[in-house]
């Protein structure tokens, strides 16, 4: 293994102010089983909003896609390791474990990088339920988790027209992207 991939995967890259702006990317899918007993389904939480629904997301941690896929983007934008290299799957410290945890030591990732976040715009694909509802909501906890105000904070939500596992229920997807900018 070269030096520089094993920098990255060991956490060891330099640390030190970064030069703004910065962009990121992350994803994240999660399968939708029912829930308990019939299932392995968690409760379904979106952005820190829990849902009523008949299935949710089976998975190690709370499985917040969500929060999965805007904690990846914050990491990426500063290079940092992704989520899955810094909260194994299995470590059984995160076994069920709140997703604001690791949002939370992303955002402080980034500040000491000597950076802020501008805006997060995220997209929520989900057959069912209907995100439209709850989109505020969803929008005003990812703001506070970030410490950013409101507005920018954008949540879109999608159905995936009833094709493929998305669509058909079977599982829910998130995208996000990032701007971070040199801090006030
Ligand atoms: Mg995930």
């Not at 009523?52 to 500063?78: N, Q, V």
Request: aromatic content about 2%.
């Amino acid at each position: 293994m070269t030096d520089h991939v094993t920098d990255h995967v060991t956490d060891q890259a330099p640390r030190g102010p970064m030069r703004a702006p910065r962009i990121g990317h992350g994803w994240d899918l999660h399968r939708l089983e029912p829930k308990a007993p019939a299932g392995e389904g968690r409760a379904l939480v979106i952005g820190g909003v829990t849902f009523e629904h008949d299935r949710g997301p089976a998975s190690h941690s709370d499985g917040d896609a969500l929060l999965h896929a805007i904690t990846d983007a914050l990491l990426g934008a500063i290079g940092e390791p992704d989520i899955g290299q810094l909260f194994p799957d299995n470590d059984p410290e995160n076994d069920g474990r709140d997703s604001a945890d690791f949002l939370a030591e992303a955002v402080r990732r980034v500040s000491a990088a000597g950076l802020a976040i501008g805006n997060v715009d995220a997209t929520v694909v989900l057959q069912r339920p209907k995100l439209g509802p709850r989109k505020a909501a969803i929008r005003e906890r990812v703001a506070g988790m970030l410490g950013v105000a409101t507005r920018d904070v954008n949540i879109k939500g999608k159905t995936h027209e009833r094709v493929d596992a998305v669509g058909e229920g079977r599982a829910i997807e998130a995208h996000a992207c990032v701007l971070l900018v040199a801090r006030p």
